[in-house]
């Protein structure tokens, strides 16, 4: 069975730097048919993808945010991390990881996380 | 970024009916379109990929069309299970983008 689980502060200053940690089972991080995104959705509830780690460690960020973003993974202790600095209260959303490919091998997010709710205040 | 642009944003229906979202991308995104569905509290839930290929365990009563640029997504009866919120997502180009999502409620 594939879970992730998000886990970090659930309330962060402004200027601040937010650090989130997926935790997944069921699949390897290694796997080169698998990847890990990190996904937020606003309090007005639209999604925005925000970067991705594939299996060699090749991320890709959202170009907006790329600045800001920094995404890594521990395979070992089937980990994925995401540093965001310089929060404003307009990051204020679900942070959401999610597993990309899955046996359909398509860029589409099979499974999720139940997500972590972040407020920047 | 490629947008996407779902109509209608809200959606009231009955049980039984038969009902369509649409999705609009500002670009071609040929059939690189998955849809989702979420319920209150939940994380998206993968319906559809390729654009109508259905997720293994998502009953056939959901089905997906388009290419190009429009692009639909149609319940053929719906059920109690089935209120919800959906969302269209492109994977034809980064930055992967969503639709600003369709609520189905209860007419």
């Known amino acids: 069975q594939v879970t992730l689980k998000e886990s970090g502060p659930a309330l962060v200053k402004p200027t601040e730097t937010l650090m989130l940690t997926c935790t997944v089972s069921?699949?390897?991080?290694?796997?080169?048919?698998?990847?890990v995104s990190w996904i937020r959705q606003t309090p007005s509830k639209a999604l925005e993808w925000l970067a991705n780690?594939?299996?060699?460690?090749?991320?890709s960020y959202r170009a907006s945010l790329e600045r800001r973003l920094t995404v890594s993974k521990d395979t070992s202790r089937s980990q994925v991390v995401l540093t965001m600095t310089d929060m404003d209260p307009g990051d204020t959303a679900k942070y959401y990881c999610?597993?990309?490919?899955?046996?359909?091998?398509?860029?589409?997010?099979?499974?999720w996380g139940q997500g972590t709710l972040v407020t920047v205040s | 970024d490629i947008q996407l642009t779902q109509s209608p944003s809200t959606l009231s229906a009955s049980l039984g009916d038969r009902v369509t979202i649409t999705c609009r991308a500002s670009?071609?995104?040929?059939?690189?379109l998955a849809w989702y569905q979420q319920k209150p509290g939940k994380a998206p839930n993968l319906l559809m990929y390729?654009?109508?290929t259905l997720q293994s365990g998502v009953p056939p009563r959901f089905s997906g069309s388009g290419s190009g640029t429009d692009f639909a997504l149609t319940i053929s009866s719906l059920q109690p299970d089935d209120f919800a919120t959906y969302y269209c997502?492109?994977?034809?180009?980064?930055?992967?983008?969503f639709g600003q999502g369709t609520r189905v409620e209860v007419k």
């Open positions: 997502q492109q994977y034809h180009d980064y930055p992967w983008t």
């Open positions: 069921g699949f390897s991080l290694s796997d080169p048919r698998m990847s």
């Open positions: 999610a597993r990309m490919g899955g046996d359909s091998g398509e860029l589409t997010f099979d499974s």
């Open positions: 390729k654009a109508s």
């Open positions: 670009q071609n995104i040929i059939t690189w």
């Open positions: 780690i594939l299996s060699n460690d090749e991320v």
